[in-house]
């Protein structure tokens, strides 16, 4: 990889994650506490809610910045170095979390809304799909943190050799 294509995926690193600060921000959260006011039974859940949100954008911002660290060391010439290694290890450790979350989220808003006639379908799919890919993020994130391990231990033995 060049160090434009690099720096062209740390850009689209910051707009999805301005992207989803904005869709939490205006559209996430007042539209939870408009239905938590028009719907009685929902408005013992709202602080459960929010603290889901906010716990999974906590989350998901960390991961990010490791993406943005990894970038930052691509460009400087260090892609197999140890600090690599432990950035894909922390983004690997905040998609699993994620993807558990989720999938409980898909699972308890399908029950909680059955139960009152008509199922959310578009939540479950929305928190199914966010589930499945922190699912692909996590696996991706372990499949690079095997591969950097090797090629760390195969550039340290390079470097040995004179």
Known sequence: ????????????????????????????????IKY???????????????VFV?????LFYIAVFQGLRICNKVIENKPFSK?????????RNCAAPVFALYLVAAVFIYVFTASRGTPAITAVVASALVS???????????????????????????????
């Open 1 to 32: 990889m060049n160090n434009k294509s690099v720096k062209t995926l740390k850009v689209l690193l910051v707009i999805v994650s301005a992207a989803v600060f904005v869709f939490e921000a205006l559209l996430l959260y007042p539209l939870s």
């Open 36 to 50: 938590a006011y028009r719907v009685q039974s929902f408005s013992a859940l709202r602080p459960a809610f929010l």
């Open 54 to 58: 906010y716990l999974t954008s906590v």
């Open 83 to 91: 600090s690599n290694i432990y950035s894909f290890k922390v983004a």
């Open 132 to 162: 499945f890919t922190a699912l692909i993020l996590t696996l991706a994130c372990s499949v690079l943190i095997e591969m950097l391990k090797r090629a760390n231990e195969l550039q340290e033995e390079n470097s040995m050799t004179i």
